[in-house]
């Protein structure tokens, strides 16, 4: 079975600064793979998704997301951080032909100091 | 276009009553799901539905139903509710195979039992 890991239970960085969010996935085949975010009180909201293709995924709100298949890792990043982006974010790996079943990781909380 | 909208957003039961949370989605999306998520424990799939008038188990379906007799609602009932159900709901919905696998959540419901 599939399994998402995000190691970081929780991190803290200055406003302006860069940011990289760890996630390591288990999975036999090529997976689908998704970052969410999730403020305080809110729903989940689609950050990026990658299906295939290009191992670099650009989305929402200035964040990108790097492919590794031989690290196993769909690791989150931004080059600069703002105060807006305290949130929680999760990873998370579909297997194909698993009526489309989400597997989460555990989340990672981003403080941002001022 | 209201996307996923859950119903209602808080409430606060008492062990041993029952209630029900409706999921509705205007996106004609096939399949459908309900989680909850716990501190520390990131999201988890209760049941899911990949079509009107199907449902299926998925990873902690103890002490939760569900119906899904028209294709836009997604119901979760909770028969006799205990202080373990204690948690926030959050219901998704996506195209399925073939189409958008990509999931799309409601705000959720967050539950209270005493």
């Known amino acids: 079975a599939q399994s998402v890991t995000q190691p970081d239970i929780h991190i803290t960085v200055s406003e302006g600064a860069s940011l990289e969010l760890r996630c390591n996935y288990s999975?036999?085949?090529?997976?689908?793979l998704f970052w969410y975010v999730q403020s305080p009180g809110q729903g989940l909201q689609l950050l990026l998704k990658y299906f295939s293709g290009d191992t670099l995924v650009q989305g929402i709100k200035g964040f990108e997301a790097e492919f590794k298949r031989s690290q196993s890792s769909f690791n989150l990043r931004k080059p600069s951080v703002h105060w807006s982006d305290a949130a929680e974010y999760f990873c998370a790996v579909l297997a194909a032909g698993t009526a489309s079943k989400l597997t989460f990781g555990t989340g990672t909380r981003l403080q941002v100091t001022l | 276009n209201a996307g996923v909208t859950q119903t209602p957003k808080f409430r606060v039961l008492k062990t041993g009553q029952s209630m029900t949370l409706l999921c509705a989605q205007d996106?004609?999306?096939?399949?459908m799901y309900w989680y909850r998520q716990d501190p520390g424990m990131g999201l988890r799939l209760i049941h899911y539905s990949v079509g009107e008038g199907t449902t299926a188990k998925g990873e902690v379906p103890d002490g939760y139903n569900v119906s899904r007799l028209k294709k836009q609602n997604f119901l979760l009932g909770l028969e006799s509710a205990a202080p373990s159900q204690t948690s926030v709901y959050f219901c998704?919905?996506?195209?399925?195979?073939?189409?958008?696998?990509?999931?799309?959540f409601g705000p959720g419901t967050r539950l209270l039992v005493l």
């Open positions: 999975y036999g085949a090529t997976p689908y």
């Open positions: 996106m004609n999306h096939e399949y």
């Open positions: 998704a919905s996506s195209g399925g195979a073939g189409g958008e696998e990509t999931q799309y």
